[in-house]
C-alpha cells in the first residue's frame, strides 16, 4: 500500500517497475547495468481513485499519458536501481496528491457602482491633472 493522501493510497499491483539501461555519464558502467526505473500506473483502470481524481490526473500527467490510460514516468536521475525506484515512485505520488487536490469554486464578482463611480471620478482627475500639465504658459507670465 503506497500512501497518496490521508484518505487515499494506491495498491503495490497496480504499479509495474521495470529496469532499463539510462543514458548520461557513468563510463563503462552505463552500458552494462539497468540503473534507470520505468513505472508504469493504469491511472484510467485503477480501483483506488476516484473519478474526480482520475480525471485532473489525466489532465495533469500530460505526455507521461498513453493513449490507454496509462501514466509512464521514467526515473534515472540516480545511479542505483533503489534510488531510481524511489524517485518514480515518489514523482507518481505527488503527481497523483495534486490531482487529488481540489481546486476552490471561485465565485464570479462584479464591482459595485460606488466602485464604478471612483474609478470614473479617478479617472477625470487624473486627466485633467495632466491637461494643466501641457498648457503652454501665456506671455503674461
Same mark, same amino acid.
Given at each position: =500500500?503506497?500512501p497518496? !493522501?490521508e484518505?487515499l493510497?494506491?495498491?503495490?499491483d #497496480? /504499479?509495474?517497475i521495470s529496469?532499463? +539501461?539510462?543514458?548520461g ?12 526505473a520505468?513505472l +508504469?500506473?493504469d491511472?484510467?483502470? %485503477?480501483?483506488? *481513485?476516484?473519478e &474526480?481524481? &482520475? #480525471? +485532473?490526473?489525466? &489532465?495533469i $500527467?500530460?505526455?507521461? *499519458? !498513453?493513449?490507454?490510460?496509462? /501514466?509512464? /514516468? !521514467?526515473a534515472?536521475r540516480?545511479? !542505483?536501481q533503489?534510488?531510481n525506484?524511489?524517485?518514480? /515512485?515518489? &514523482? *507518481?505520488?505527488e =503527481?497523483i $496528491?495534486?490531482?487529488?487536490h481540489?481546486p476552490?469554486?471561485?465565485v464570479?464578482?462584479?464591482p ?7 474609478r470614473? #471620478? #479617478?479617472?477625470? @482627475?487624473r486627466?485633467?491633472?495632466? @491637461? *494643466? +500639465?501641457?498648457?503652454?504658459?501665456s %506671455?503674461?507670465d
Amino acid at each position: =500500500m503506497i500512501p497518496v !493522501t490521508e484518505r487515499l493510497a494506491i495498491e503495490d499491483d #497496480e /504499479i509495474s517497475i521495470s529496469f532499463i +539501461r539510462a543514458g548520461g555519464p557513468g563510463g563503462q558502467n552505463v552500458n552494462k547495468v539497468s540503473s534507470a526505473a520505468q513505472l +508504469r500506473f493504469d491511472a484510467r483502470h %485503477s480501483p483506488s *481513485l476516484p473519478e &474526480r481524481v &482520475r #480525471e +485532473r490526473l489525466e &489532465r495533469i $500527467a500530460g505526455t507521461k *499519458l !498513453t493513449k490507454e490510460g496509462v /501514466i509512464v /514516468i !521514467t526515473a534515472n536521475r540516480f545511479r !542505483t536501481q533503489e534510488a531510481n525506484r524511489r524517485d518514480a /515512485i515518489d &514523482r *507518481l505520488v505527488e =503527481m497523483i $496528491a495534486a490531482a487529488a487536490h481540489q481546486p476552490k469554486f471561485r465565485v464570479p464578482t462584479k464591482p459595485s457602482r460606488a466602485a464604478k463611480v471612483k474609478r470614473v #471620478e #479617478e479617472k477625470v @482627475k487624473r486627466g485633467s491633472v495632466k @491637461k *494643466l +500639465r501641457s498648457r503652454r504658459p501665456s %506671455s503674461e507670465d
